[in-house]
């Protein structure tokens, strides 16, 4: 399994990003996808996980009702739409998947290389 992320940058307070990730290697509708990222000097934290189907999404009270978590099992790829960027999300975004999933790094097998994405004030 073989996760790619993309769609980091360097934006301004208030303004928004679209990271993907695209899986290959495995039936991507069987996977829990998850994005987790990790700020300078801290540990990676769970960011949101979506279902198989997409039904159902789960976020972090931090980035809820700012960031939204999506899939097109057509096309292999999860994405994270971050509106009104804060500079507390700066960090290191990863994507990850795994037939369980949850809210824990620790559930997920295969992870991404990671998009940068830093918010300036």
């Known amino acids: 399994v073989q996760l790619q992320a993309s769609g980091g940058g360097l934006v301004q307070a208030g303004d928004s990003l679209r990271l993907s990730c695209v899986a290959s290697g495995h039936t991507f509708s069987s996977y829990i996808m998850g994005w987790f990222r990790q700020p300078p000097g801290k540990e990676r934290e769970h960011v949101a996980d979506?279902?198989?189907?997409?039904?159902?999404?789960y976020y972090a009270a931090s980035v809820k009702g700012r960031f939204t978590i999506s899939r097109d099992n057509a096309k292999n790829t999860v994405f994270l739409q971050m509106n009104s960027l804060k500079p507390e999300d700066t960090a290191v975004y990863y994507c990850?998947?795994?037939?369980?999933?949850?809210?824990?790094?620790?559930?997920?097998?295969?992870w991404g290389q990671g998009t940068q994405v830093t918010v300036s004030s």
């Open positions: 990850a998947a795994d037939p369980s999933g949850g809210s824990s790094q620790s559930y997920y097998r295969y």
């Open positions: 979506i279902s198989w189907s997409g039904g159902n999404q």
